[in-house]
Structure formats: structure tokens, C-alpha cells
């Protein structure tokens, strides 16, 4: 397997690679728990080869293999800086941080993250999953939902993201769910559909209450054997119900992708529903994909471009 | 010191007890990590001796030491299960548990604490705290609010708990200021009034949207260098204003009483200041005493009237 370029989503705690053909076709994927969060700066590079060196073969006779990294990677302190572009713009900025590497096999780009002054906000990694979108869908008008430990809403409107909003709903539901006296009384995993569409139904249509309503969930299985599995999906509904009633601006009238993961893209699809909106679900690796095969296609065109003004 | 009774108050994750004179003073104090969480339930005596011992004395000639405990010991798998008590009722119940002991020289009752059925809702030690606030103002009508870790808010009438409502609020902030995303940004103490003031009247105004507010703590330090000290201000008035708007079923046209530690008690009083509310603020240790000692003084009562029934 010697791929054309490699497609990398360097994530917090862990990093996924794929080695893509030269349609932008994966053809093979690996991932390794060697996350940003968890490495020195000098670290990536080793880390990097770690997880893509098989795909790399003994390249030193031809041209460097392309890399195109989204997410933490990015970050202050991590590989390299990849500066925030500010909103309005478009997903996938004109200029990516070429990283300089020791080992001449690699050619590895890192995508920068989008930031907002007023209302503060920053997002790194969704903003290739929205490229993706509009690189699938280039004409789209509407909002995209990115459920996650930090849910994104992002309005997207002639090619460019114009604000987006964060919620930090996936947290608090772990942190509550494992590290609060809610761990007691809360399934760790289990799902109940319809606890969580009343749940839902009850913090979209009253979020200002749902802080009265956590502590109830320890309560109900003291004094009224509330079953677990229940409790977590009541907490899951009241949390996301509460998100969607605080994101009502970015949605209300407008059409919705949800980009994630099949569980929780369905879960904010039914709680969505239940305010009269018929969101479709895109497939979160799918779009991070398209994203960064976009990035990557724009690279080449540049390359060429540079190449005829010598 | 030899004590005429001793007042415990055990809670999760420490006890604190009071060497008491005949008038219910107290006359000297110790504490001791052993929270009721820390300890299986055959640890409890022991752990009680270790704290309280050197003012028994040796008793065994003469009458044992009463020794009234409020908070997690009496709950359900800890030393003595002392069944809640249901609202509306009395904050301190006729029938305190009897605990048997090996050591002849104690004689121990814990106190229940209070359930509700429906919103589901349960408290302990906190309405001794309230029995204390009634022992000295029998006549009080309004509201108790008591912060803390699950801060507590009791409507009380005619002697009774008429209904009661917790909030996590106390833990979340922690949760979010130590283990989320936001630890990186929040200070570890330090205090701006301004700032929490200003969140406050945020959070109370707009309740529903403070989900869209959390994680802007965190993009604010990064693309507007938001001050850690300003931003654990404002982490802990958004959540405030949010418990208080809430709440407001509670101590709206009511007289309210905010029981809890000087720097709590101050800031709950400071946020309800912004909704006009002029509340008064009793110190926690000390309604915890008249609280344990109306209990004791009923004891004495009851002991006596049986002595006269034989």
C-alpha cells in the first residue's frame, strides 16, 4: 500500500490516519491513542511515523508524501501552531502551517481552527468536517450540528462559516454522569428512547428548570427506585433539550445537518424533532474526510499554480 | 471537660462534634476526616470513640453521654439507616434512630433526614440546620436557602417543611472548574465581585441561555485573554443566576434566610440582591447547634414524660 497523500484527524486523546488513493479514496486506515493532549511538541513527528510509517516505504529517491492534518495538533503548544482564521470565512483556509519535519518522506500540513471575537468561541477539527459538507454540498444555506464533548452549531451561508456557538453539553453529561453523585443512580451505559424524548421535551420547552431537575435524578432512586437506565437517558434528554432550546437562533427556520457519530447524531436528530425540525445526519469520518481531501486538492492546485509562475 | 451531651454533625466526607454543656453551649469542638462516605458501616463506632473519646471520660458508673448526630451516617447503608421523613413535617421528627453501641458509655441517636414524593427530592443535615433557624424564630414563614454542594431551598410554614427543592450547582461548578475543559482557564480561587455580580444578572435574566455561555470561559481566554480570576467569577454567577431564576417559584414575595459558610452565603445573598430580594444570612454552624440541641432538649422531654408514665 503506497498511498498518494495521508488524511490525518489528530484529536485530543487520540489520532486517526488514513492512507488515501489519488481519487481522495481511503484505502487504509490505522489510529493510535497518542492524542495531542498527550504529547510534547517534539514528540508528533515520532508519533506521526509511529502510527503512518508502513505507508510511507523508502520514499528519498522521489517526491515527499503529502500529509494533511485537522484538530489539536494545531494548537498552541502542541506541533505547530496553526493560527485561527476568524469567522466569517471559509471552513478550510487559503494557507495551512507546513510543519518542517527530519524525516524528508513527509510534507505534513496542519489546518488551522476558526475563532469568534463576540460571542468568544474556537473550534478545531469540526471546521474540516464543515468543509467536507460544503465540499459535498457547495451551494448549502443553513446550519450545521457537530454533537460531541463540545457541540458546535455553525452557520453556514454562501461558502463561509459566519458564526458558530459551542456547548459543552458531552462534558457535563460525563462529568455528571461518572464524577458527581449522580454516578450512584446513573447507568454508565444503556439507553432509553423514550425517557430521553420526554427529557428532551421537558428542557426544550422549559431549559430555565432543567438545574432544578439534576438532583431529582439521584432523588428518584432514593424514594421512587428510578431505574438507572432511565436516569441516563432522562439526563442525556434534559442536557440536549436545554442545548437545543439555547441554540434556537441558529436553527429555528433554517435547514440542518447533523455531522457525528450514528448514537449521538440520532439522539439530537429525535430531540429536533420534537421542535418540528427534520434534520438530515452526515457521517462524521465521511465529511472529515471530504474536508481534508478538499484542503488537500487546493494544496496541489496552488502547487501547480506556483509551478507555472516560476 | 465533661460534657452534659455531645452534637455531631457527620457529613459525606468529615464529622465535626461539640462537647455541649447543660445549657447547650458549646464548650469545646474537634473534627475528623471520617465521613460517612470513607467508612463501612462496622467503622462507624470506632471512628466516633477516635473523635469524641477524650470527653467520656469513664462513665461506666453512671448515666451514658446522649450524643445526637445529624447528616450521612443515618442514611442507607452507613451506620444506622434513619429513615427520611416525608414533607410537609417538622424539620426535627419525633423519632430520632437509636443506634445500639458496644461502648456503655454512649448513647446515640441520629437524626432522619427529609424526603419529597413528587418533584422527587430528599435532604440530609440540612434540616437541622432549618430545625435550628425554627428553635430561634418558631414563627418564621418563608424561605430557608441553604448553599453548598447540592444547595438546598425549603419553604417553611407554620413549624413545617411545606416542600423543598436541591440544586447540583455547587458541585457542577467544581466539576467544571477543576475537571473540564475550563480548568485551563478557570483560577483555582480568587474572587471579582464585579464579574460574578455581572454573570449573575446573566444567568438570571436569560437562565436559558447560559448552556451557550460555559464554554466561551475557555475560547475567551484563548482569543481575548479572559482573566482566570474574572472567569472563575463568572463561572460561578452564571450558575448561581441560573439556580436563583430557577428558584424563583420559591422565594419570590418571600422573606428568605440563606444559611451557609460567610463567602457562599454572601454570594447567594450578593445575586439575589439583583433580583430585589433583600435576604438575611445566618450562620450555618450555629443553626446546626440549635438545631441538634431542640432535638436533644426534645429527648430530655420525652425521657421525662416516659419517667413519669411507668
Redesign the interface.
Known sequence: MTPDWIAVDWGSSNLRAWAMDADSRPRAETSAPTGASTLAPGAFEAALLAAIGPWLGDRKSTRPTDVIVCGMAGA?GAWVEAP?AAVPCPPSPASPARVATADPRLAVRILPGL???D????MRGEETQIAGLLAREPRFDGVACLPGT?TKWAHLSAGEVVSF?????G??FA??AT????RRTVAPDGWDEAAFLAAAEEGLAR??????????L???A???S?DPTLARARLSGL?IG??I???RPYWLGRDVVLIGAPAIAGAYRGALGLAGLDARVADATAMTLAGLAAAHAAIAVRAASNGAHP
Do not use: K, W
Not at 119 to 122: E, L, R, S
Not at 179 to 182: G, I, K, P
Open positions: 498552541r485561527y475563532s469568534q471575537l460571542p468568544a468561541d474556537v463540545h456557538a459551542s456547548y459543552m453539553t462534558e457535563i462529568l455528571l464524577q458527581s453523585v449522580l431549559p430555565e428548570r432543567v438545574p432544578a431537575r439534576l438532583f431529582g439521584r432523588a428518584g432514593l424514594v421512587a428510578l442536557l436545554a442545548e432550546a439555547a441554540a
